[in-house]
């Protein structure tokens, strides 16, 4: 029941898919004398409210009230528990079964079809298209365009009409490269949809995309028809624009290989449009163990079965960490173009299923791999101050060569083989080394330079120029071992920062070792430093088991950073972000609205995930109450039948 207590202005209201700003006093009624209870408020905000008409996204009266309403409309709306919370309600604030009274104000609204809401651009659906996908952020999407004046341009020669492009562009979204307008339209586009944009003023200027429109516009409108062509998805892989994946061929199905998992690929890798310097065909491999370029392994995880991609890897995901093993050619600074093709894959069992063995078999695995060759790795030890090393097979010209080169050993820099002959030489020896395949590249022939094979007997003409011992374990101070545990966990977080999880979590609990029993006889000021890192530790393997998705450990050892440090706001947050995924939404609660207490400095991240649990419990209700209404539909529920009546007082 709708009462006008204002009257509006104009004579439209707003449309399904409009964007309306209303502000609103909601209150239950209450039996006289009792004064009725306002249970919500944007005027107590001083902010009004915001949605999208006719989505769902408010109670159903709300949709229907709102769209009879005029701009400036002031209006009492009476709404029967069925328009409303229904009979479960909305507890706590709405009871069950609650008749709720609006006082609503409709403040103005933005049009779907008025793009920005200044009439500066107007939208017209001409095809909406087929299918259901949308192109999303980065894709290179294939356009259509037909450029034409809708209104003359005063005084000069351009008349109404006159078609200034047509043809097809290509271009990729959220780079800048097309009209904003193009933009907005496009995201929301189906392929084979085609619009018409009648742009006025600003958004009539060339620009990105349309340098084919005259300087001096601004005295006319400007019609644009696109046609959604279709696109090719782009992907970030990594995030920070490192990896970046264009899908040239879709794969099948929908699964994509996960950790753990072994895969088939192909793959071409060249620097710019120059030939491949290195070929895999029908290369199998076990993901993030460094057998394969750190970008190439990384993007493989990303691809469904059958499916053919054009990979871009920047520096930090190449050869810029391992300059030595770039080949002949290719520097450390070179971004690498791969074709690739996920021939097929096998998935690897999830951690969470694993039994202990299983587990501590995976370690050994990764530990072995990245020993063995792999691009990072952090074991401590030895720092070999300078080292000259030829690398060659049988008497063929050497195939690498280090000259002055330092490195500590024990961290995979180097060849596996050279890194243990190097921790037998005394200073200044020079030596002659045979290495076994084992030793070399059988276990990561993708790192074998053009010309050797993962089964070639290595032979090195090295020198050890000079050297720094390490401390051993046993001998060091408690100061020093703290310090040895800072390092190893310095070391976790660059692993970590790679997407090296598993030896960035190898690194986290060596770190822990030093102080995994607690003594007493550590000073006060070093027991709580030592602590300090041991609660760091603990959630940043923490934080690699959020991102295998393996929420049991994480919860693990949140537990156990919480034990030594009760008030740690981050324990209580990553806790809670665990429990939330869990859907335990009781307790995601309070470990987010006390770390929240405990962390100010935090309130917008806190207060985001806060709003993902609340999301995330609305659905939850949605789904109960939409489970518990079908059960009982067919029973006949009186007053429950009928619109709501529009009356004006």
């Known amino acids: 029941l709708k009462t006008v207590l204002t009257p509006g202005s104009g004579a439209s209201h707003p449309e399904p898919g409009d964007e309306v700003i209303v502000h609103y006093t909601g209150t239950l009624p209450a039996v006289p004398p ?47 528990p069925a328009y409303a919370y229904g009979d479960a309600g909305s507890p706590p604030k709405i009871p069950p079964g609650a008749t709720l009274e609006f006082e609503m104000e409709l403040i103005g609204w933005v049009s779907h079809k008025d793009l920005f809401g200044d009439e500066g651009v107007i939208k017209t659906v001409i095809a909406e298209g087929e299918g259901w996908e949308r192109p999303l952020d980065l894709a290179e999407v294939q356009v259509n365009v037909e450029a034409y004046a809708v209104v003359a341009r005063a005084g000069g020669n351009l008349k109404k009409g006159e078609v200034l492009f047509s043809g097809k562009q290509t271009f990729s979204l959220g780079r800048k490269e097309c009209p904003e307008a193009w933009e907005k339209v496009l995201r929301d586009m189906k392929k084979g949809a085609k619009v018409k944009l009648v742009c006025d003023g600003k958004y009539a200027k060339p620009g990105p995309g349309t340098i084919y429109v005259p300087e001096d516009m601004f005295a006319a409108k400007l019609a644009y028809e696109l046609e959604l062509v279709g696109w090719l998805k782009v992907e970030d892989v990594t995030k920070d624009g490192g990896v970046v994946k264009k899908t040239l061929t879709e794969g099948e199905g929908w699964e994509r290989p996960n950790d753990g998992a072994r895969v088939t690929i192909s793959a071409k890798l060249r620097v710019g449009d120059a030939a491949p310097f290195l070929v895999h065909e029908n290369l199998s491999f076990k993901v993030n163990t460094g057998i394969v370029l750190d970008g190439l392994d990384r993007a493989s995880q990303s691809m469904k079965k059958g499916e053919k991609s054009l990979v871009t890897v920047k520096p930090k995901y190449a050869y810029e960490l391992c300059p030595a093993l770039a080949p002949a050619g290719v520097s450390a600074n070179d971004t690498i173009l791969i074709d690739a093709e996920l021939i097929d894959f096998e998935k690897g069992k999830d951690t969470w299923s694993m039994s202990f063995e299983e587990k501590a078999e995976e370690m050994r695995v990764h530990k072995d791999v990245v020993r063995a060759g792999g691009y990072v790795c952090g074991e401590g030890g030895v720092s070999v101050g300078a080292s000259f090393a030829k690398l060659r097979v049988g008497d063929g010209a050497p195939f690498l060569v280090h000259e002055n080169f330092s490195f500590k050993v024990n961290t995979g820099i180097v060849l596996d083989g050279l890194d243990r002959a190097s921790q037998s030489m005394t200073k200044n020896e020079k030596s002659l080394v045979t290495v076994k395949p084992k030793y070399v590249y059988e276990l990561c022939p993708a790192l074998a330079p053009a010309g050797v094979t993962a089964t070639d007997t290595i032979l090195l003409d090295a ?139 935090r309130e917008a991240v806190i207060k985001r995930k806060l709003n993902d649990l609340a999301k995330l419990r609305a659905e939850d209700d949605r789904k109960d109450k939409k489970l518990y209404h079908n059960m009982f539909a067919g029973l006949g529920q009186p007053g429950t039948d009928g619109d709501v009546e529009m009356k004006d007082a």
């Not at 709300?62 to 701009?71: H, P, Y």
């Not at 919480?562 to 859907?583: C, H, I, N, Q």
């Open 463 to 601: 020198e050890l120029i000079d050297f720094e011992k390490g401390k051993d374990t046993w001998s060091m101070s408690f100061e020093e071992e703290a310090e040895e545990m800072r390092v190893h966990k310095d070391v976790g977080n660059g692993l970590f920062k790679l997407g090296h999880l598993f030896l960035a979590m190898h690194n986290y609990e060596r770190a822990i070792a030093f102080f995994e029993y607690s003594t007493s006889e550590l000073s006060a000021e070093l027991c709580r430093d030592v602590n300090r890192l041991l609660v760091q530790c603990h959630l940043n393997i923490a934080a690699c088991y959020e991102r295998l998705h393996d929420t049991a450990n994480v919860l693990v050892h949140c537990k156990k950073a919480l034990e030594l440090d009760p008030s740690s706001g981050k324990a209580l947050f990553r806790r809670g972000s665990a429990y939330l995924t869990m859907l335990e939404f009781y307790r995601a609660e309070s470990d987010l609205k006390y770390a929240l207490r405990l962390c100010p400095e």
């Open 34 to 80: 009792a004064e009725p209870t306002v249970f919500d408020s944007s005027r107590g905000r001083d902010a009004p409210f915001r949605f999208k008409l006719g989505e769902g996204a408010v109670i159903k009266g709300w949709d229907i009230a709102t769209k009879t309403m005029l701009k400036g409309e002031k209006a009492k709306v009476v709404l029967a």
